[in-house]
C-alpha cells in the first residue's frame, strides 16, 4: 500500500496550525507542527472530514477537470445520484443529464443505474454466502479505507463487490465500445463525485491498470455550469434509465432500501461508523445480516465536495426517488443477463483490500510491546485534558508522538509551563548567590575598613 495516492491536499499557506482539524480527523492523522497541519498519508482515508471543518480552506481535494475530456475519442458522464439533489425536486433527471451533454460530454451513464446494477448483485452475493455476519457494504470508499487502517479484523466482512461507479465505468465503456467500434481505452468514462474517497478510489485503480473510470470531477466544480444550463436543455436530451431505487442510493438507507433486507443496520458519519464498526468488532452484531455504513452524514449527499445541505438534498433525491419507484430497472432479460455475469465474476471488486499497519508501533514486536509500556508510562505524566494544544489530538496521541521520536514532553503547553517555573525559580535563586571574589555590597575588589 505504499505509495497511495491521496486526493485531500493541504494548501500550507492558508493554514494558520489551528487545530481544529487534528480533534476531527477519524484516524488521527493530522498533526500540527511548526504551526502547520500535517498528514500522515497511511492513515489518512481520504473522508474529507478535515476538508468540512476547516475554517481556512487550507484543506482541498485533488479532482479532474474537464480538460482532461480532450485526452479521449470519446467521452461519458457517470453522474453519482448524489448530483439529483443538489437540484430541487421539480428538476427532472433528464435535465440534468442533458446538461452535461452541453458541457462537452459525448454521453451519460448514471451511477444510478450502476447502482441498479449494484443492487442486483449485492442480493445475489448475500444469498449465496452467509457464512459472515454482519457484511458490510463496500461502496464507501472511505470506510473501506477506515476498515483497511483501523478494523483490519473486518475485512472479511465487506461485500466484495464492484461499487455503483465501477458498475456503470464498466457497462457504459462496454456498451460504447461495441455501438462505436473503437476500443475501450479510447473512450474517457469520467464520474462526478460528491466526495475525495471516490477520487482516491478512482485514482488508485488507474495506477494499478484495471479501472473502468478514467477520471473524477468534483460535484462543486460542474455545479455552476449545470445549473446555467438547466434552462436550454440539449437538443437531443438522454433520457433517465435508472430506477428510483438506484437513486435513492445517493441519501444514507437508500442501498438498503434498494437490497430489500429486513435484518439491516443503516449509519452515516464517519465517527457514528466507527462507534458501530467497534460493536462489530467484539462480536455484538453477529445477529445483523447487513451494515450500510456511509462516511458523510446524510450518505454520498453530504459529501464534501457537493454544495447544498445534506438534509435539504436528502429530501430532494428521497422526493425523486419516490416519483421513479415504480419504474423497473431492468427488463427479464436484461436482469437473466445481469445475473449470470454476477455469478461469472464479472462484477466482483478486483481492487486490493489488505490490511493498512498505520497504528503499528514498531515491525518487531518485542519492541512494539516496550513501546507501549512506555506510552502508558508516558499519559500518566501528562496531565489528561486533550486540549489539542500541542499538535496532537490528545494527550494519547502526544504519548505515542513522543515515543515515536516525533515529539517531545515539553510539546505540551502543561509540561512546558512547569519547566519554565522550575527555571525560572532556579534562576531566582541563583541570581541571590554572588561569587566569593565579590564583596556583600556587590562590587568587586573594594576593601574593608
Known amino acids: 500500500m505504499t505509495g497511495l495516492f491521496h486526493s485531500v491536499l493541504l494548501i500550507e499557506e492558508k493554514c494558520r496550525g489551528c487545530t481544529r482539524c487534528i480533534k476531527n480527523c477519524p484516524t488521527e492523522a493530522i498533526r500540527v507542527r511548526q504551526g502547520k497541519a500535517r498528514i500522515n498519508a497511511e492513515r489518512c482515508t481520504d473522508c474529507g472530514e478535515c476538508i468540512r471543518t476547516c475554517d481556512n480552506h487550507a484543506k482541498t481535494a485533488i479532482t479532474d477537470s474537464l480538460e482532461r475530456l480532450k485526452d479521449f475519442r470519446y467521452t461519458v458522464a457517470l453522474p453519482a445520484p448524489a448530483l439529483y439533489g443538489q437540484f430541487g425536486p421539480d428538476v427532472e433527471p433528464d435535465r440534468v443529464l442533458a446538461a452535461l451533454i452541453d458541457m462537452g460530454f459525448d454521453d451519460v451513464f448514471e451511477v444510478a443505474r450502476g447502482a441498479d446494477v449494484a443492487t442486483l448483485v449485492t442480493r445475489e452475493y448475500l444469498r449465496q454466502h452467509r457464512e ?109 434509465r435508472a430506477s428510483g431505487a438506484g437513486i435513492g442510493w445517493g441519501g444514507s438507507g437508500g442501498e438498503n432500501a434498494a437490497v430489500g433486507l429486513e435484518n439491516y443496520l443503516v449509519v452515516d458519519g464517519i465517527h457514528s461508523v466507527i462507534d458501530v464498526l467497534e460493536e462489530v468488532e467484539v462480536g455484538r452484531l453477529a445477529d445483523v445480516d447487513f451494515i450500510e455504513a456511509q462516511a458523510c452524514i446524510g450518505g454520498c449527499v453530504g459529501g464534501a465536495l457537493t454544495v447544498r445541505n445534506p438534509f435539504i438534498a436528502h429530501v430532494h433525491l428521497e422526493k425523486l426517488a419516490k416519483r421513479f419507484a415504480d419504474c423497473p430497472a431492468f427488463t427479464t432479460e436484461e436482469e437473466e443477463e445481469l445475473t449470470r455475469r454476477a455469478r461469472a465474476g464479472y462484477f466482483d471488486m478486483r481492487q486490493d483490500i489488505a490490511a493498512v499497519p498505520a497504528f503499528r508501533l514498531d515491525r518487531d514486536v518485542s519492541r512494539a510491546i516496550s513501546k507501549a509500556e512506555m506510552i502508558e508510562k508516558v ?22 508522538d513522543i515515543v515515536q521520536g516525533l515529539a517531545v514532553d ?14 525560572a525559580e532556579q534562576l531566582f535563586d541563583l541570581a541571590k548567590k554572588n561569587p566569593s571574589a565579590m564583596s556583600a555590597a556587590g562590587e568587586p575588589g573594594e576593601r574593608e575598613g
Not at 205 to 233: M, N, Q
Not at 393 to 399: D, G, K, S, Y
Not at 410 to 423: A, E, G, N, Y
Request: aromatic share 4%.
Open 410 to 423: 515539553t510539546d505540551c503547553v502543561f509540561k512546558l509551563r512547569d519547566q519554565v517555573k522550575v527555571l
Open 132 to 240: 459472515i455476519r454482519p457484511m458490510i457494504s463496500a461502496a464507501c470508499p472511505a470506510v473501506v479505507r477506515l476498515i483497511q487502517v483501523r478494523f483490519p479484523a473486518l475485512i472479511d466482512h465487506l461485500i466484495p463487490v464492484d461499487s455503483p461507479m465501477t458498475c456503470a465505468g464498466k457497462l457504459a465503456k462496454e456498451n460504447k465500445s461495441k455501438e462505436l467500434g473503437i476500443p475501450p481505452e479510447d473512450i474517457g468514462a469520467f464520474f462526478i463525485t460528491p466526495c475525495p474517497a471516490k477520487v482516491t478510489w478512482v485514482r488508485e485503480a488507474v495506477k494499478r491498470g484495471f479501472s473502468s473510470v478514467d477520471g473524477a470531477i468534483s460535484i462543486a466544480d460542474v455545479y455552476g455550469e449545470i445549473s446555467r444550463r438547466l434552462a436550454s436543455p440539449a437538443s437531443h436530451p438522454p433520457k433517465r
Open 379 to 400: 499519559v500518566k505524566d501528562l496531565p489528561g485534558l486533550d486540549c489539542g494544544s500541542c499538535g496532537s489530538p490528545h494527550c494519547r496521541a502526544l504519548a505515542e
